[in-house]
């Protein structure tokens, strides 16, 4: 009697412990979010070298929405898509403009921010606004990639196209006044503006709206549905004002005082 | 012809190859010049050469000083004809263009010629069917006397020879004896250091023996070699002619 | 099998055999390349990289043309500093030193930036290409000194003792003697050379040279077909270097002799 009790008891304890082990050994899957971490305040890193910005923390909030530990890839911003399309990356949070053409190749989520293109000018520049410089002597500095380098080579047929690597060159070259201007977005020409205000000028009006919205891969329908319910929830939240007072609250003010919009 | 050395001297770092030599050599068609190496006999005969220039002293070939300029000194050289130990030829030139060069660019003949006169000398000294060979194809004793050939064919005042055989095994050596012998038959002056002390008795009318940095011994060969006086020179000749 | 080794019993290999071989070789590169890219689940798109077939050639043709006057400048630049650092003054011997010290212990990436943004600024060089080529030129100019300046001190003393007693001046024998064998010991290395500049020519695009690499990236950036694009990137390079190897064997065959 007692022996079979005892039978009954191990047996059961045994497949307890198997049904319990069972669901524990299963791991989640990080989501594995690609960005440029070269765009404060956007995408950048601490002192201590760790990813940080306002795009390192929404993709945070995500994560913790969808139920996974987040993985932040530092890519170079022209390789973005070719991770997303190869499943390197999961999603695409990079300061990254919709725009038709990209959607060929991946899905965008709804906008979440919106912005325009700029011009930082060289300080001896006379022109007032981007058709001024579609001219053969003039010089256009684009970082490869961006919406900037595709309205440059599509829109300016006359001017001559610097297309560089790297936004901290092409600024350098403005400054030097190898090139009259960068097209690049409002915020970071503002910034670049500030930091060379010795030998820069600005537009701030944008010539060109855009607005920002998160990369999918095609076919990730549900994804897609998470992102969008997560952008709508935090907003209503507020989760985006308080990002845009915590990183860029300098650049709401002065927008707020040039009477420029300011959309986070 | 005749030479003179007052007073030469010539330092090579620390170590004084030539030591206050003062001499004169009685008229000469050949001269021999031997001695132990180290001795100084090739530092005596580049400085005939004018490929050294002596710290102190000169020298007087024929009775007309050697002058101690660069300038000079190129011309000299350009009237005599010098044959060292080995490696003489250019390797990328083939034999003809190694007699070519220095009577086209050297003494200003035109290429034909430069070419007449070549030829004609390989042919004389049965050196023809190597003419287009390069060096490297040639075996030791060809190229010493395509060597040979370069150096008459500017028509030297006289020649010089730095061990001309040293380098080369028994057979090559005696053709190319044979050819310096030939040489002397035709009337040329001609002054050789050797280690050979058969053919330095042979066929040389003066010897020096040089060894220590200094002329030690000068004489008639025939009497030199049967009597040497010097007891550097009767040692010198007992170890070498002992086998 | 056997029949497929090289210089067995000393004799020549049968062309039959090369051509076997060259064949297996290249079934196992394909073979392993279609593998490969099958992982990568790849949606090829050819047909947006041809509308900008013109962009790439545009790049190949000024990626030959820097090449090209890069190489002449280097050997230029090369010469020179080669007998400089020869030479029996010793400000110039130092200042050459210097220069092959520094381009040799560098990146070009760091010398492309340097002399772009620090001294061609300085100078108010604004020429982007002109100082593209000037750089490629300077570094490949300190390689090809080093490879000079051996070749010649590689010419045994026994040839210039022959040199100077059959009267030959400094100028002639550098002339005839020393740069004819000279000139022979450097096809192979100078041809590598010619090679390199093509090959390190693609760093320019960093100063937004429109060459190749950058014509290429810029396709890639507009289609978001990176394979496409970089695919034919190798091969318009191989285009260029390939021939130059070629050449560079059939020239070593012709002028070698021993020495």
């Known amino acids: 009697m007692r022996l079979r009790g005892a039978i009954l008891l191990m047996t059961f304890a045994t497949v307890l412990a198997f049904t319990g082990s069972a669901t524990a050994v299963e791991p989640v899957k990080p989501l594995i979010v690609g960005m440029e971490l070269a765009y404060p305040p956007f995408e950048m890193t601490d002192k201590a070298g760790k990813p940080s910005g306002v795009s390192v923390e929404i993709a945070t909030e995500l994560a913790k929405s969808l139920g ?47 912005t325009g293109l700029c011009l930082l000018l060289k300080k001896d520049s006379s022109a007032k606004n981007i058709t001024d410089l579609d001219k053969a002597e003039v010089k256009i500095a684009v970082k490869k990639g961006t919406t900037g380098h595709i309205y440059a080579t599509t829109r300016l047929k006359k001017a001559q196209i610097l297309v560089l690597d790297k936004e901290s060159a092409a600024v350098l070259e403005v400054s030097q006044g190898k090139a009259d201007a960068f097209i690049y977005d409002q915020m970071s020409t503002y910034q670049n503006w500030q930091r060379n205000k010795a030998t820069t000028k600005v537009i701030l009006e944008p010539f060109q709206r855009e607005s920002w919205a998160v990369g999918i891969r095609k076919g990730n329908e549900t994804l897609k549905n998470s992102v969008n319910a997560f952008i709508k929830e935090f907003r209503a939240k507020g989760g985006f004002d308080q990002l845009g007072d915590r990183y860029l609250k300098e650049m709401k003010d002065e927008f707020k005082r040039l009477g420029y919009p300011f959309f986070l | ?21 003062t001499q004169t050599v009685p008229e000469f068609q050949t001269l021999a010049i031997i001695g132990p190496s180290g001795g100084g006999k090739t530092t005596l005969l580049r400085l005939i050469a004018g490929l050294e220039i002596p710290e102190k002293g000169h020298l007087r070939i024929n009775g007309q000083r050697l002058e101690v300029d660069e300038v000079e000194l190129l011309a000299h050289r350009r009237t005599v004809g010098t044959v060292f130990q080995a490696y003489n030829l250019f390797p990328h030139l083939t034999a003809l ?45 060809q190229q010493q006397r395509v060597a040979i050939v370069r150096a008459i064919a500017i028509k030297p005042r006289f020649l010089l020879f730095d061990e001309p ?6 057979e090559m050596t005696a053709e190319v004896l044979d050819f310096i012998v030939e040489l002397r038959g035709e009337g040329r002056d001609l002054i050789i250091v050797t280690h050979n002390m058969g053919f330095a008795r042979e066929v040389s009318d003066h ?37 | 099998m056997k029949h497929l080794l090289i210089n067995i019993d000393g004799q020549p290999v049968a062309v039959a055999a090369r051509i076997v071989s060259w064949f297996l070789v290249a079934l196992l590169a394909a073979a392993m390349f279609s593998f490969a890219f099958s992982q990568l689940q790849y949606g090829w798109e050819w047909s ?79 020429n982007r290409y002109v100082v593209g080529i000037m750089t490629l030129s300077l570094f490949a100019g300190a390689y090809l000194a080093e490879m000079i300046r051996s070749g010649i001190e590689s010419i045994r003393d026994s040839q210039l003792e022959s040199a100077r007693a059959i009267g030959l001046t400094r100028v002639q024998t550098y002339r005839y003697i020393i740069f004819p064998q000279v000139a022979r010991q450097l096809i192979p290395p100078l041809t590598g050379q010619f090679a390199s500049i093509i090959k390190d020519s693609s760093l320019l695009s960093i100063i937004a040279v429109s060459e190749f690499t950058l014509n290429a990236q810029e396709v890639n950036a507009f289609t ?18 390939l021939p130059i190897s ?12 021993a020495t």
Not at chain 2, 15 to 20: E, P
Not at chain 3, 224 to 241: D, K, R
């Open chain 3, 48 to 126: 947006a990289i041809w509308q900008y077939r013109q962009k790439f050639l545009q790049g190949w043709m000024m990626t030959v043309i820097i090449s090209a006057a890069a190489l002449v400048a280097s050997l230029v630049i090369g010469l020179l500093t080669a007998l400089a650092r020869r030479s029996s003054f010793l400000p110039l011997r130092y200042a050459a030193l210097l220069y092959v010290e520094t381009i040799r212990g560098t990146p070009l990436l760091v010398q492309i930036l340097i002399l772009f943004y620090v001294v061609a600024n300085a100078f108010g060089v604004e």
């Open chain 2, 1 to 21: 012809m005749q030479l003179e050395f007052c007073g030469l001297s010539k330092q090579f770092g620390v170590h004084q190859a030539l030591r206050d030599v």
């Open chain 3, 246 to 257: 070629l050449i560079s064997r059939t020239l070593e065959r012709r002028f070698h002799f």
């Open chain 2, 97 to 141: 263009e190694n007699v070519l060069l220095p009577l086209v660019k050297v003494h200003g003949l035109s290429e034909r010629e430069a070419l007449d006169t070549a030829e004609a000398l390989f042919e004389r000294f049965q050196l023809a069917g190597h003419a287009q060979r390069r060096p490297a194809e040639l075996s030791g004793g």
């Open chain 1, 68 to 114: 996974r530990p987040v993985v932040i890839q530092n890519t170079a911003f022209d390789g973005l898509i070719p991770a997303l399309k190869t499943g390197k990356v999961d999603l695409v949070i990079s300061s990254m403009t919709a725009t038709a053409e990209r959607a060929k190749s991946i899905d965008f989520s709804d906008p979440y921010l919106s």
């Open chain 3, 224 to 241: 978001y077909s990176t394979l496409e694009s970089y695919l034919p990137l190798a091969v318009g390079y191989l285009l260029l270097t």
């Open chain 2, 165 to 170: 055989t040293s380098a080369l095994d028994p």
């Open chain 2, 207 to 243: 010897c020096l023996f040089v060894a220590d940095g200094e002329v030690q011994e000068s004489g008639h060969s025939s009497e030199l070699f049967r009597n040497p006086r010097n007891p550097l020179l009767v040692n010198f000749l007992a170890k070498v002619l002992r086998y």
